[in-house]
């Protein structure tokens, strides 16, 4: 079983800058796809951004630019540096495994991200 925690959330003022880190176990599958994923009050969790073993980046329109999504698969981290950032990014920020071959997600518990002055 996967195992996914996330850490680097915060308060920042907009036009700030914050690191979110996502820490997986080490019996995580090769072949997979990670990526991060936000849910604030009251919405549907949306995609952010994710990278694949292989690093490829694929972004969602409202962060292109501003969010950079990378791995170190020796150190079995995911990061998201957050640059740029507005009021609307506040979420609870997830960091979600997809192992390929078996189609399973795994999900961490999430890190708060906080945008205000």
């Known amino acids: 079983q996967v195992q996914l925690v996330e850490s680097g959330g915060g308060l920042v003022q ?17 072949i997979n796809t990670m990526g991060w994923y936000r ?7 949306e995609f952010v951004a994710l990278t694949t073993t292989g690093g490829t980046t694929n ?6 630019g ?6 170190d698969n020796d150190k079995n981290m995911l990061y998201l540096q957050m640059n740029s ?12 495994l997809h192992n ?15 945008v205000s002055s």
């Open 85 to 96: 950032l507005k009021p609307e990014d506040t979420a609870t920020y997830y960091c979600k």
């Open 59 to 64: 972004y969602a329109e409202s962060v292109k």
């Open 100 to 114: 390929i071959r078996s189609g399973i997600d795994y999900w961490g518990q999430g890190t708060q991200v906080t």
């Open 14 to 30: 907009p036009g700030g800058s914050l690191r979110l880190s996502c820490a997986a176990s080490r019996r995580t599958p090769n």
């Open 66 to 71: 501003r969010f950079t999504v990378s791995r």
């Open 39 to 45: 849910q604030a009050p009251g919405k549907q969790r």
